[in-house]
């Protein structure tokens, strides 16, 4: 499947429904037992689904691990490590995987195949199968957070979720995306969002790596105002992602820094997310992402697809 196929067809993710495996080994997750945790293991885009949980819903008791190894935990033994590897194969969250393991926590494994999926069947272990799509990982957003969703039992996030399939309409964001990518131009991006929106800010990034082969960096306000706002420079384009329901100081922290920056003949311009409700306009705001990223590499003439910087780091680690 094509990158633009996949985009196109990105809606129909939210129509999937995940079945857990081994679904009577699944531990009871009580997040307010004392030093609980729910840990989510994954790197890339992987965890995003656990990020997006937490911009979601902030009481909940998430710590999204993106190393080997665990996280400092309290009480072992009343958390969770959900491991979560599209591919199957990420050898840091199949690391975790083997220490949460060891150290005696209740795993969880969200993948599509490979090493990672055999170890959860060979431990009886809880598990959900992402479909086996020709999709690159990135694109697999849909399919991760209804699967997290469903290991969790977040049943309300579940029916909001699969609400989204027919009110998602990437078609209609295409020229969107490939208007803001002709005015970036050959300049690296800044994405800018407020700290509720982190995820998204850090998921546009991903994007812009992955798909368009291209240099793009992220902060979030009111912290960047303080530091990086100083840095300004015509080498960079800056893209603020607005939520309507973003703090009225944290929006005008926003508008201000688009007065500041274009006194300064810095390239710049607010995108006001779209949707109505949050889950909505966070995943609008990524198919915005994708386009855009997707125009850039063909811009360019890079595969849009494929990462192969990331395939031959793999392999020098390998040797």
Known sequence: MTMKESILRFAEEFSWEP???????LAPIDIDAPGA???????GGSPLAADLLIALDPTLNI???KDYGLPPIDAPGASILVAISYSGNTEETIDAFETAKKEGLSVAVIAKGGALLDRARQEAAPFVQLPDS???????????IKALAALLGLDALQRELTALAPLLKPA???ESGRALAARIGD??????????NRAIAYNWKIKLNETGKIHAFFNVFPELNHNEMNGFSSRYYTVILRDPDD?????????????????QNVFVEIIDEKGATHLHRIFDSLVLADWTALAIAEARGVDPEQVPMVEEFKRCLSN
């Open 247 to 263: 703090h009225p100081r944290i929006k005008k922290r926003m508008e201000a820094l688009d007065v500041l920056y274009k006194k």
């Open 63 to 65: 710590i999204v691990h």
């Open 172 to 174: 209609q964001i295409e």
């Open 37 to 43: 945790s729910i840990i989510v293991a994954g790197m």
């Open 187 to 196: 300049r690296a991006p800044l994405i800018y969002a407020s700290a509720r």
């Open 19 to 25: 079945i857990i495996e081994n679904r009577d080994k």
């Open 134 to 144: 020709d999709i690159q990982p990135r694109m697999a957003s849909g399919f991760i």
